[in-house]
Every structure is written in structure tokens, then in C-alpha cells.
């Protein structure tokens, strides 16, 4: 696409989108599975945790940071997360030229549907995809979007014309997933799939009796094939990922909910609140009591409402 024509539909979209959210926020759009967001800072390499979705912005850029490899998404690549993962991530944006987006939540039945119409979509059964992965953002994905943020502003169109153009979205971005990462969800009965299930219950658990033995008899695995398979797709080691999850709920505790740091120490696990704080502070950089202060209620990026039954 020629630079020009490029830069107005990216400018096009961003019209669209930026009077759907005209506070700083998320948002559920009049579509089920599909937030808007708007965001008007910029922000240093921070840990964060993400939810499993499709994310495409509109304007502005974030970089994330995962196991010594980074993805970059911004109007010319789609960010997409098979998987909830806990991760480091930079932002770019400004009141002038806010952060846009669209976040669609990943409907394993209408993936499930689309990989048994179309044959050739099929994974083969030894791969392993990782659950992180940035594409580029297609002229007819791009078009897709487009026919989105056309219809959000009419609720007629949202109910009659939503379901099928989200149907759409997703059947492109099945097109363009070279990685891997959302088919894998349709095989129930592979490894990536066993070990996403694993997941689930580290994010619907709040208490610490998860060791990777545990885990791994779960999941149906031998120890030794659960963490290998589980640090291909997470590119974090089992033990790693739920101390990292484990804390990051902590966080939304104490800075969201209003917790004391002992409770909130006691709630995800922790026994000894000196180790708690060590842990707290080497992973967010501030002590959990300098951070509950600190913080003042803002949000923190940990979203509590998802489709659990990705899992199930």
C-alpha cells in the first residue's frame, strides 16, 4: 500500500475510534468481546499483566517485553495473546496523539467453528506455538476493523451486523496466525492446550498450593514435559510465572481494593510478609507499602473480566 493511502486509512480509523472513547479508560463497546481504550501519557518499561485477546491500535505504540523477546504493536502491527501471561511493557502515547484501541476478547468456539470449515487452517500436531506473538496488520484485517468502528455508534448495527463482522475479524487473523497461537486453543487434546488449562487455574486460584508437580498431574504431563512445554509457550518457567502472577494480584489488592499488605500478602500465599515485600519490590520496583500510596486507586493493568471458559 502506498505510503499516503496507508497513513489515511490509519488517520480514518482513528477518527472513528476516538469518539467512542472520549475519556481516558476502557470501555465495553455495545459489542459483546470488544473494549475500547484510550490512553494519554507515555510510560517506562513497567511489569504488567495481560489478559488473552486480540489487541489493535489505531494510534500511538506499545512495546512489550517477554523472556528476552520483544513485540511491538502499534497502527501497523496487531498484538494477539493466546494465553494470560504476565509481562514488561512500554507505552507511547500523549494528550495530543492519545493511545487508540480495540481489544477483542478470543471466542474459542468461533475459532473452533472457523478451523472446521476451513480445512487447510489445521496445526500440525507437534507443534508448540508460543501464546505471545505481534503481526502485521493486513489491508484486509484493516478493513475489517474499519467496518467495526463504522457500526459502534448504532446499536441496529451492532446487534444485526456485530456478531458476523467480529466472526470475520477473527477468521482474518486465523488467516494471517503463521505462529500458531490461536489454533493450538481448538486442540483440546495437545499439550498447549493442557498447559493452558494450567493457567486458568493459576488466575482463578488466590492461594499458594501450586507447585509444578501439582500442576503438571493437572495437566495430565510428566513434570519434566510440563515445564519444558510450559516455558516454549509462556517463555517463563512454571514457578516463575505463578510467584509473578501471585504478586500482581497482590498489587490490585493493596492498590485497587484498598488491602493492608499483610492480608493481601497472606491472600495470595505468602507466609512470611518480609519476603513478600523483597519479592514485591524486585518485581515492581517500589516496596508495596510506598506503592499503595503511591498508587492512589489508579488502575492497575489486570483485567478481571474475562472468558474463563477459553479454558474449560
Do not use: W
Not at 484510550?38 to 517477554?66: C, H, M, N, T
Not at 444485526?160 to 494471517?176: D, H, T, V
Amino acid at each position: 500500500m502506498p505510503l499516503n493511502q496507508y497513513e489515511n486509512n490509519r488517520l480514518r480509523l482513528a477518527e472513528l475510534l476516538d469518539p467512542l472513547v472520549p475519556e481516558v479508560g476502557v470501555i465495553s463497546s455495545a459489542i459483546k468481546g470488544i473494549q475500547l481504550f484510550r490512553f494519554e501519557d507515555s510510560s517506562p518499561r513497567e511489569p504488567k499483566a495481560y489478559e488473552p485477546g486480540i489487541i489493535i491500535l489505531v494510534q500511538g505504540k506499545k512495546r512489550v517485553f517477554l523472556g528476552g523477546e520483544t513485540y511491538t504493536y502499534d497502527p501497523l502491527n496487531y498484538l494477539v495473546l493466546s494465553i494470560p501471561l504476565p509481562i514488561e511493557c512500554e507505552t507511547f502515547g500523549s494528550q495530543d496523539e492519545p493511545i487508540l484501541g480495540l481489544n477483542v476478547m478470543i471466542d474459542p468456539i468461533i475459532v473452533t467453528e472457523i478451523l472446521m470449515q476451513v480445512k487447510e487452517m489445521t496445526l500440525k500436531e507437534n507443534d508448540l506455538p508460543k501464546g505471545i506473538y505481534s503481526a502485521p496488520l493486513s489491508d484486509s484485517l484493516a478493513g475489517t476493523v474499519h467496518r467495526l468502528l463504522e457500526i459502534l455508534s448504532s446499536p441496529n448495527d451492532c446487534c444485526i451486523l456485530g456478531p458476523m463482522i467480529l466472526r470475520e475479524l477473527i477468521y482474518r487473523i486465523l488467516c494471517e496466525d503463521h505462529h500458531g497461537g490461536l489454533r493450538a486453543l481448538a486442540y483440546r487434546n495437545r499439550n498447549f492446550f493442557k498447559v493452558a488449562r494450567a493457567l486458568n487455574k493459576i488466575h482463578e486460584s488466590s492461594d499458594a498450593g501450586m507447585d509444578l508437580k501439582s500442576l503438571a498431574l493437572d495437566a495430565g504431563m510428566s513434570v519434566s514435559s510440563f515445564h519444558s512445554c510450559f516455558k516454549a509457550i509462556t517463555n517463563t518457567p512454571p514457578i516463575q510465572y505463578v510467584k509473578n502472577m501471585k504478586l500482581h494480584k497482590a498489587r490490585i489488592l493493596i492498590t485497587q481494593q484498598g488491602m493492608n499488605v499483610y492480608n493481601a500478602a497472606l491472600k495470595v500465599g505468602y507466609e512470611s510478609p518480609s519476603q513478600f515485600s523483597r519479592e514485591y519490590k524486585r518485581l515492581f520496583g517500589i516496596t508495596p507499602g510506598k506503592d499503595s500510596t503511591s498508587m492512589g486507586g489508579a488502575a492497575v493493568s489486570y483485567s478481571a473480566d474475562r472468558n474463563s471458559s477459553i479454558y474449560t
